[in-house]
């Protein structure tokens, strides 16, 4: 290797980071998602949701593939402008704590108000380490718009979330007809056709979500829709039991609280109780030091 060369390339076991670059070697960008599709082999999409970037952390340890993300606040009650200001910070914290998986980042609907918008705002994205970007319902204009400037867009079809939810009767199960069906594999298709690199679909039927998915070129990940597609998302809230009551499309694979609680609980009673801290949790002044210490302290 020439010396110029050694200049450029940082190599760690079999990770190569390339210097001015912020891709990493192994990370699990648009074309990995595509590869796991041609090949058959299915993909693990989780949505730590609001919580913070160790959840990221434990579910790229896990060797999961995907991690929806959204801004901590993202909520109904929470203030829309703060959010969207706050999305570029929380990306580079993420990505930070989480160099490999996937990370499909969620945009605020005013943030693709104007295909214009949703340009400057998902390259904005982008560069801070979201490998894709999810603007829910988008426009075929605004999403080939975003496309045709290189934006990686892994969208969504079936049931949307948030405000969109009104013009679908509110958030319920689709494609129970072969007609409503339809219009949910047209959008998939027509999204694909606009350059989607990848979609979730949501409250579908079995059938309709394995058929679908069968059908696009694209990766299909389901949620909430029963069957397998090219891969399955889970919220940590169901993953976790967080929830208040199960949901039927959910399955638990831990109990968070119990065992946070218990953690606390442990270390609360050995505080009480004098087993924390230890002498070893600490260490100790020299003794000359100590003792004039204590006498400058009696004469302070």
Same mark, same amino acid.
């Given at each position: ?7 450029? @390339? ?19 960008? &648009? ?23 160790? =959840? ?9 593939? !995907? ?12 203030? %829309? ?9 929380? !990306? ?7 160099? !490999? ?57 079936? /049931?949307?979330?948030g405000w969109q939810t009104a013009g679908q009767g509110g958030y319920k199960r689709l494609g129970k007809t072969c007609d409503d069906a339809m219009q ?16 979730? %679909?949501?409250?579908?039927? %079995?059938?309709?979500?394995?058929? %679908?998915?069968?059908?696009?070129? &694209?990766? &299909?990940?389901?949620? /909430?829709?029963?069957?397998? /597609?090219?891969?399955?998302?889970? &919220?940590?809230?169901?993953?976790? /039991? ?12 831990? @109990? ?10 442990? =270390? ?18 020299? @003794? ?13």
């Amino acid at each position: 290797m020439s010396e110029e060369k050694k200049k450029v @390339e940082i190599s760690k076991d079999d990770k190569k980071v390339v210097k001015g670059s912020r891709m990493l070697k192994g990370r699990k960008g &648009v074309d990995y998602l595509q590869k796991c599709k041609d090949e058959g082999t299915k993909l693990v999409q989780v949505c730590p949701a609001v919580r913070d970037q160790f =959840w990221y952390t434990a579910a790229e340890m896990a060797g999961c593939d !995907i991690a929806r993300m959204t801004v901590p606040g993202d909520q109904a009650s929470a203030d %829309i402008n703060w959010s969207i200001s706050l999305a570029p910070w929380w !990306i580079r914290v993420v990505r930070g704590a989480a160099k !490999i998986i996937h990370l499909n980042f969620y945009m605020q609907t005013p943030t693709y108000s104007s295909k214009e918008k949703a340009l400057e705002n998902g390259a904005l994205y982008m560069c801070c380490g979201a490998d894709s970007v999810l603007p829910m319902g988008v426009s075929n204009e605004t999403l080939r718009y975003m496309t045709d400037n290189y934006v990686a867009v892994f969208g969504h079809v079936g /049931a949307l979330s948030g405000w969109q939810t009104a013009g679908q009767g509110g958030y319920k199960r689709l494609g129970k007809t072969c007609d409503d069906a339809m219009q949910v594999y047209r959008m998939a298709y027509e999204y694909q056709e606009n350059g989607m690199k990848a979609m979730t %679909i949501e409250l579908t039927p %079995i059938e309709v979500t394995n058929a %679908i998915a069968k059908k696009m070129k &694209v990766p &299909v990940i389901s949620i /909430a829709a029963g069957g397998a /597609a090219d891969g399955c998302e889970m &919220v940590d809230f169901d993953t976790f /039991a967080m929830m208040p009551s199960p949901v039927s499309h959910a399955k638990s694979y831990g @109990e968070f609280f119990p065992w946070a609680v218990e953690a606390y609980a442990d =270390w609360a009673d050995d505080v009480r109780e004098g087993g924390y801290p230890e002498d070893k949790h600490g260490f100790h002044m020299e @003794e000359a030091e100590l003792d004039k210490f204590l006498n400058a302290l009696e004469n302070a």
